[in-house]
């Protein structure tokens, strides 16, 4: 099959099609996300070595549970042991012996094939085009804030970023409290919130500090230094970046205000899932470019070059 290949190196290959080990199902990839999280692998981050990708869509064509076959699947992208101390206490997603699709010690995406547990595939219904449910991952990582921070209607909200994170971020804050402002560098991006009139601010306009919640999604270490000048004392900071590098930062600042700074990964597939069929999230508009998987190049490459929200590689209709 035809893949992306990382090894030091970014190359467009043909590899061997994955083989199913037991309980895994064999998914014939339609299209693909690439998420900063591939660019940041391609520039060395984890140490990664194989295929990367892990936002997709598929067909299940090989499964041992017979309702799979031939239905349109997302996957979830952490592959669990189930009898490590963190699968004990409910963190599957803290699995000490994890293996991420794309990211962690498993081929991923990018490809005409890829290998999961049946346990974390989820149905697509029939009514969602691929390219809405190619942004479940994503979304469900925006979700995952409802689940550790209480947000209540009157708190107020301001989203940092508006990356592909960012818009999803204030997108599903916003179903919560309309309390909220979207802080970006780019006009046009900012604009795609315009349907659901959620409001948004420039990077340097003035923002008024003091709020309950802020979500650092900028993909900047400078981020985080702004949302600690502008949470409340005692508010929450959620941080959504992952930078491959390292900050050099006063933290006198959150101890002071004993500001709670919350770090937020993966999250749940089926509500994301559900407000994606509703229509609740408007997704569409953010994907900037389509490319076929031999130009996974020219759509990396896009993906870069800051005029880029989304980019998804097609592999199959
Ligand atoms: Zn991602
Ligand atoms: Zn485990």
Redo the contacts with the bound molecule.
């Keep these: 099959m035809n893949a992306l290949v990382f090894d030091g190196e970014p190359r467009f290959a043909t590899v061997p099609k994955p083989a199913p080990g037991p309980g895994e199902a064999l998914i014939r990839v339609r299209c693909a996300g690439i998420?900063?999280?591939?660019i940041e692998i391609l520039r060395g981050y984890m140490g990664f070595a194989g295929i990367p990708g892990?936002?997709f869509v598929g067909v299940v064509e090989e499964a041992s549970n017979g309702h799979l076959l031939g239905k349109r699947v997302v996957g979830e992208i952490n592959c669990v042991c189930g009898a490590c101390p963190y699968c004990e206490m409910e963190m599957p997603n803290h699995c000490s012996r994890r293996t991420v699709l794309g990211i962690q010690g498993r081929d991923g995406a990018f490809a005409e094939y890829l290998v999961l547990p049946e346990e974390n595939l989820h149905l697509v219904p029939d009514e969602l085009p691929d390219e809405v449910a190619v942004f479940t991952?994503?979304a469900a990582?925006a979700f995952r804030i409802l689940e550790q921070v209480e947000i209540d209607a009157a708190d107020r909200i301001i989203v940092l970023g508006d990356g592909k994170l960012g818009l999803l971020a204030a997108q599903v804050l916003w179903l919560q409290a309309k309390n909220l402002v979207c802080v970006g560098k780019h006009a046009w991006k900012l604009a795609l919130l315009e349907p659901l009139r959620i409001h948004t601010a420039l990077a340097d306009e003035f923002i008024e500090p003091g709020a309950e919640v802020v979500v650092e999604a900028t993909g900047s270490a400078a981020g985080l230094e702004r949302a600690l000048r502008l949470v409340r004392p005692e508010g929450v900071v959620v941080l959504k970046t992952t930078v491959a590098g390292t900050s050099q930062m006063d933290l006198s600042l959150p101890v002071i205000n004993e500001v709670q700074i919350v770090g937020s990964r993966c999250g749940p597939f089926r509500p994301a899932l559900e407000a994606l069929a509703l229509g609740t999230l408007v997704v569409r508009p953010m994907i900037t470019a389509t490319y076929p998987l031999e130009e996974a190049d020219r759509a990396f490459e896009h993906a870069q070059s800051g005029n880029a929200v989304k980019i998804v590689l097609r592999m199959s209709e």
């Design positions: 998420c900063n999280t591939d892990h936002e991952e994503p990582a």
